[in-house]
């Protein structure tokens, strides 16, 4: 695996990989179709909303390092801060995200997704894929990622692959924050999961709103702290009050156990 942190490097190495017509895209998913994966680690404070959320989020280079590698990572593009803000993270461009800013993720997370768009618009000028992968558990950012690679005019250069969730045994959605529950708290923490079955089980059952409420209430019989549990249409994520079987719709959740915030998501039309 090559180990790049310079942008031009990459760019560089990517062009001479184009100049011989081969795909880019990131690992496992895109290791059956393409011949070059570059995966990315980077920590974008743009995104961060609570300081407090960036000092504590989890780090493990060396052993991510060691997975990428191990797993067939062909490059790994390894920035620092001032490689992807050369002129520093004040700099805001303002992107028109319309509505997939003011709701579910972008009501409790002011300024989260233009953060996303800062360093994805970056990342994607360097790398300049054939293909994204992005997975499904944060499925609001995907879809803010979407609108952003059409705000550039890139949709006939990228094809957006959105890859399945993963989980472990007990159904908890993975993420680099579980690593901050401790052990009550990862006991607890499939409550989500089973936030979103029990949505999934009852959804042609009476009233959505109802639903909803009492799915907050199972979190909270569980002391988590809910930020939302929500039911909205998979294609353009506004929020379904009514049940109609002709709609796509997915389930999001978002809670608090104590002060780690869990995100988790389910279609529910399948």
């Known amino acids: 695996m090559i180990i790049l942190k310079k942008a031009a490097d990459l760019i560089d190495y990517v062009n001479r990989y184009k100049q011989n017509h081969q795909h880019i895209s990131l690992l496992k998913y895109s290791k059956s179709t393409a011949r070059v994966s570059i995966c990315s680690i980077f920590i974008n404070p743009t995104q961060f909303n609570d300081s407090k959320d960036f000092e504590k989020y989890p780090v493990t280079i060396e052993e991510d390092i060691y997975k990428l590698e191990t797993n067939g990572c062909d490059i790994l593009f390894l920035p620092s801060t001032d490689e992807i803000y050369p002129e520093g993270t004040n700099a805001k461009k303002q992107y028109d995200l319309g509505y997939l800013e003011t709701i579910l993720e972008g009501e409790y997370r002011p300024g989260h997704f233009q953060g996303v768009c800062m360093v994805m618009e970056r990342l994607l000028s360097i790398v300049q894929p054939n293909h994204l992968y992005l997975g499904q558990k944060d499925y609001q950012q995907c879809m803010v990622i979407k609108r952003l690679i059409s705000l550039q005019g890139w949709n006939d250069l990228i094809q957006v ?88 719709c997915i389930g999001l959740v978002a809670a608090y156990s104590d002060d780690v915030r869990l995100i988790d998501n389910m279609m529910l039309s399948t």
């Not at 569980?222 to 549990?229: L, T």
């Not at 909205?232 to 009050?241: D, G, M, V, Y």
Request: aromatic letters at 6%; one cysteine or more; hydrophobic letters at 40%.
């Open 161 to 248: 692959v959105i890859c399945p969730i993963m989980r472990e045994k007990d159904g908890l959605a993975m993420s680099s924050r579980n690593m901050r529950l401790n052990s009550e708290q990862r006991a607890k923490a499939t409550a989500l999961y089973e936030t979103l079955v029990f949505l999934k089980q009852n959804l042609d059952k009476g009233a959505l709103a109802d639903i909803k409420n009492e799915a907050v209430e199972k979190l909270r019989g569980k002391s988590f702290k809910p930020d939302y549990v929500e039911i909205a249409n998979a294609e353009t994520l506004k929020p379904i009050n009514e049940w109609d079987a002709r709609i796509n």
